[in-house]
Nanobody
Framework: QVQLVESGGDLVQPGGSLRLTCAAS????????MGWYRQAPGTQREMVAV???????AYGDSVKGRFTISRDYAKNTVYLQMNSLRPHATAVYYC??????????????WGNGTLVTVSS
């Protein structure tokens, strides 16, 4: 059982910056990955950024070069630094994790999302 709580969503002007935070709590053997997905109005949910155990990262093409994912392993927390925000970045951003249980199963969990609105 894992809970993910996002924070940091806000209204920001185009070109501005924002940092999202997701904290994981509960019980697991090992966090295999943590990351961010988003769903904009009228679109499918898409991967934004994911960081695997050990630091390997993957970014969606639409955010590459502008967003940066990072993790605080001691705090079981993942961040998404968003720079040069564009209006089409407006979306609900969801935290996501894959954890390995003590029974050696991999389980996926989602947060409830935090809204980012980019508008002037």
């Amino acid at each position: 059982q894992v809970q993910l709580v996002e924070s940091g969503g806000d209204l920001v002007q185009p070109g501005g910056s924002l940092r999202l935070t997701c904290a994981a709590s509960g019980s697991w053997n090992r966090i295999m990955s943590m990351g961010w997905y988003r769903q904009a109005p009228g679109t499918q949910r898409e991967m934004v950024a994911v960081q695997a155990r050990g630091g390997g990262t993957a970014y969606g093409d639409s955010v590459k070069g502008r967003f940066t994912i990072s993790r605080d392993y001691a705090k079981n927390t993942v961040y998404l630094q968003m720079n040069s925000l564009r209006p089409h970045a407006t979306a609900v951003y969801y935290c996501h994790t894959v954890v390995r249980t003590f029974h050696r199963a991999d389980m996926t969990y989602w947060g409830n999302g935090t809204l980012v609105t980019v508008s002037s």
